[in-house]
């Protein structure tokens, strides 16, 4: 083997260490809280004084189709207590998200709007209207100046946010679109246009244009009440929610509580105390959590586990390459530390682990919210074919053996190995939580 191939696979295995250990740590970060703190006679109780300090447990950014959790943990620092504890969950400002489960909300309020308006001979007028989730009929209704003898005729044409056209071209100056729920659904979810045009009659002909958007049941918002916390104590309020399509959400949360503290004075101190949180969540292709909490919860563990799993499988496939031999310094130092069999022997127990590694990998995460996506399978099925026949060209070497040489065997070998190493380093980028950044 020439130097410039060795330098080259080198710097192979290089690159997918370093995105090993550059990229964040499998498992985040676990929040521990911080220790009690001293209320004080009269003192921090009242000044500068917080009663309980809010954690979110919530992805940046779900698959469509998806139930999750959003979490949030509410903790005690201090040696009062908290009391009436609740938390009340909006989401009217996350048109792409939805309870999975339905609790007791408001329908949201419908749209409806007018425009008066002007359109000149041989031109176009536009607007535009937001047709969000839960909608069930769009009606336009254009009245317009007649003329004389009804000779004015002006159309009305209507496109929807993704695709879809619809148009009513009479013969006239009123004109009418309906859309039901199957039209919206063709039409999907955002930003709808709507076009006036002049077609014939006077030179100005003046117009009313109502827009009206009729939704069906949506709970908009939950409510949950808290335990009693007393000092050291938390509470974790849970809610699941669906992803529909893709696009940004809000989710808007408020917490409160009454803190509760005797004095040794047998004087007591009550004080009503509300915290307002907003948490981005971006309907996209796969799941990311920026920060989860110590209660984790199950999506949050397989996620997890299916990155512990994916760095467990490169890292057998960097001692698997580093024990076979194709680096004859390191060879020769192994071969005298483990002698010349049992680094070969070492060398086929880690391509053997391979599989197994990748096994879990697919599977927790597939168990998990990527059920129902493609995400990683094209990049990631290349590697594990790879790898596949990797472990069972060691395996039956020496029936391969029988039909090509082994110079033949070894180079084949070595360049599938090369392919291996470099499908991973493309399923890291394109399909690692770690690089979503990229956009890719």
């Given at each position: 083997m020439n130097k410039r191939i060795r330098y080259l696979i080198i710097a192979a295995i290089a690159l997918v260490l370093a995105m090993l250990f550059i990229s964040p740590f499998a498992a985040p970060a676990i929040t521990t809280g911080t220790p009690l703190e001293d209320n004080g006679e009269c003192?921090?109780?009242?000044?500068?004084?917080?009663?309980?300090?809010?954690?979110?447990?919530?992805?940046?950014?779900?698959?469509?189709?998806?139930?999750?959790?959003?979490?949030?943990?509410?903790?005690?620092?201090?040696?009062?207590?908290?009391?009436?504890?609740?938390?009340?969950?909006?989401?009217?400002?996350?048109?792409?998200?939805?309870?999975?489960?339905?609790?007791?909300?408001?329908?949201?309020?419908?749209?409806?709007?007018?425009?008066?308006?002007?359109?000149?001979?041989?031109?176009?007028?536009?607007?535009?209207?937001?047709?969000?989730?839960?909608?069930?009929?769009?009606?336009?209704?254009?009245?317009?100046?007649?003329?004389?003898?009804?000779?004015?005729?002006?159309?009305?044409?209507?496109?929807?946010?993704?695709?879809?056209?619809?148009?009513?071209?009479?013969?006239?100056?009123?004109?009418?679109?309906?859309?039901?729920?199957?039209?919206?659904?063709?039409?999907?979810?955002?930003?709808?246009?709507?076009?006036?045009?002049?077609?014939?009659?006077?030179?100005?002909?003046?117009?009313?244009?109502?827009i009206e958007v009729e939704y069906s049941y949506r709970p908009m918002n939950d409510v949950q009440e808290g335990e009693e916390l007393g000092g050291g104590d938390s509470h974790t309020f849970a809610w699941t929610l669906q992803s529909l399509s893709q696009g940004p959400n809000t989710i808007e949360i408020s917490v409160s509580g009454i803190a509760y503290h005797e004095h040794s004075d047998s004087s007591v101190y009550e004080w009503e105390y509300i915290e307002d949180i907003s948490s981005d969540i971006e309907v996209g292709t796969e799941l990311i959590y920026s920060s989860p909490s110590d209660e984790l919860s199950g999506t949050i563990i397989l996620w997890i586990m299916g990155r512990v799993t994916g760095f467990i499988t490169v890292i057998l496939l960097t001692l698997s390459i580093a024990w076979g031999g194709i680096f004859k310094p390191l060879k020769k130092k192994l071969n005298k530390v483990f002698g010349p069999k049992r680094r070969n022997r070492m060398h086929c127990w880690f391509s053997y682990f391979l599989p197994i590694s990748v096994t879990l990998h697919v599977a927790v995460l597939y168990i998990g919210i990527y059920g129902t996506t493609g995400k990683g399978l094209p990049t990631g099925g290349v590697s594990i074919g790879l790898m596949l026949i990797l472990v069972f060209m060691g395996i039956f070497k020496h029936n391969v053996e029988k039909k090509v040489s082994t110079r033949t065997w070894l180079r084949l070998h070595f360049w599938i190995t090369i392919l291996a190493i470099l499908s991973i380093i493309l399923h890291f980028v394109l399909n690692g939580s770690s690089f979503s950044f990229l956009g890719l």
């Open positions: 003192g921090s109780c009242h000044s500068g004084f917080i009663p309980f300090s809010t954690i979110p447990d919530v992805p940046v950014e779900v698959p469509e189709n998806n139930d999750f959790e959003y979490r949030l943990r509410v903790e005690n620092n201090w040696k009062h207590e908290v009391k009436e504890l609740s938390a009340i969950i909006n989401i009217e400002t996350s048109p792409y998200l939805e309870f999975s489960e339905e609790p007791s909300g408001e329908v949201p309020p419908g749209y409806y709007i007018t425009y008066d308006g002007t359109v000149s001979w041989g031109t176009i007028v536009g607007y535009s209207f937001p047709v969000d989730f839960g909608a069930e009929r769009v009606y336009l209704s254009l009245d317009g100046d007649q003329g004389i003898l009804g000779l004015n005729n002006i159309d009305l044409t209507l496109d929807g946010a993704e695709s879809g056209q619809w148009s009513s071209k009479g013969s006239g100056a009123d004109e009418e679109i309906s859309l039901g729920e199957n039209d919206i659904e063709d039409g999907g979810f955002g930003e709808y246009s709507v076009t006036v045009e002049h077609v014939r009659g006077r030179r100005e002909i003046s117009f009313t244009l109502s």
